[in-house]
């Protein structure tokens, strides 16, 4: 992959995808902002028009365009069967980076060692089809939202400009400083109720902290082989626990647990770090969000070791999801 640091393999494209999923809206938003006036993108190309109608027209509504618990189904498939491995190389991470010196740090590192082994093994278990499949579907869909975002004429309706569209992968143009000001500069202007928290323009830089650390991580993890290359994947995923940390510092989980409302609002990886209810599900006894979820908006359940973030079980369309992570319900 054409970005900074390590190339990421395909485990950490997928994670990537899923933290950014929010650039998606972003995109459906535009063109929703387009079909309702389109006075101020008369100077769009003919083709980023038509990638705006599809936007609006097929996201969702086609095989090639999954909805968002469509993409959540995708990479859950995958991810969520590293996720208890993953949680353990954080926590792992946290204590090695924290308390990992003097007489405890032979043993610190060995506890680094043990997960990134674990991480390393279930890795490989879950290569094949399936997330090649997750990887080719994602990877289209938000490479024609890179187009969308990367046009100068659509940047310049909301005063910003374009993202970089430089490679051949979707995802690096999407980690840069333009994504966030222009993430921002719709979001100040299009009404959608992913836009409406007062902290909406920190979000996109949460996001995108997540994802580089979160795909650097499993990069980092798959080649450890010494105590230097160790070192990297525990900095690696130090810096991705502390930015999952500061996306759960921005939801009220208070709420997101009674409201539900104010829990489709939110995007989908800030759904993925919310914990447990300890009081159990509230049921969707109000007839407006019994038909917002049948419309495949993602239900999720996330678990934690220690307070870290373990499991999630997004992707569900339905609210009957297991207390142990598996979905009893159709993505």
């Known amino acids: 992959m054409d970005s900074q640091g390590p190339a990421w393999n395909p485990i950490g494209s997928l994670y990537a995808y899923r933290a950014l999923d929010p650039v998606i809206g972003l995109a459906a938003a535009i063109a929703g902002d387009f079909a309702d006036r389109p006075i101020p993108y008369s100077q769009i190309p003919e083709q980023i028009a038509d990638l705006l109608s599809d936007f609006s027209s097929r996201l969702g509504n086609d095989p090639d365009w999954p909805a968002v618990a469509e993409r959540a189904a995708l990479s859950g498939r995958v991810l969520d069967g590293l996720a208890v491995e993953a949680a353990a190389v954080r926590k792992a991470a946290i204590v090695f980076t924290e308390r990992g010196t003097g007489a405890a740090e032979p043993r610190l590192r060995r506890a680094a060692r043990e ?10 278990r879950v290569e094949g089809s399936p997330m090649r499949l997750a990887d080719r579907r994602l990877d289209a869909l938000f490479g024609r939202a890179r187009d969308v975002l990367g046009d100068p004429a659509v940047a310049a309706v909301f005063g910003a400009a374009p993202i970089h569209t430089d490679g051949t992968s979707s995802l690096p143009p999407l980690l840069g400083q333009e994504m966030t000001v222009l993430y921002n500069a719709v979001a100040a202007t299009v009404t959608r109720p992913e836009f409406t928290r007062l902290r909406h323009q920190r979000r996109m830089a949460a996001f995108q902290r997540v994802a580089r650390r979160g795909a650097e991580t499993f990069a980092l993890v798959m080649v450890a082989k010494d105590d230097e290359s160790l070192d990297a ?12 940390q500061d996306i759960i510092a921005g939801v009220d989980v208070a709420r ?3 409201d539900r409302r104010y829990l489709f609002a939110l995007q989908l990886p800030e759904r993925d ?8 599900e509230v049921e969707l006894d109000v007839p407006g969000l019994q038909v917002m979820a049948a419309e495949g908006l993602p239900h999720t359940v996330t678990l934690t070791i220690d307070m870290e973030i373990c499991c999630s079980t997004a992707g569900c369309v339905s609210i009957s999801c297991q207390s142990s992570g598996g979905c009893a319900c159709e993505a």
């Open 256 to 258: 997101a647990w009674v």
């Open 233 to 244: 994947a525990m900095e690696s995923a130090y810096g991705w626990a502390r930015a999952l």
């Open 115 to 124: 997960a990134v082994t674990a991480l390393q093994e279930s890795c490989e």
């Open 273 to 280: 770090v919310l914990p447990v209810n300890p009081g159990g």
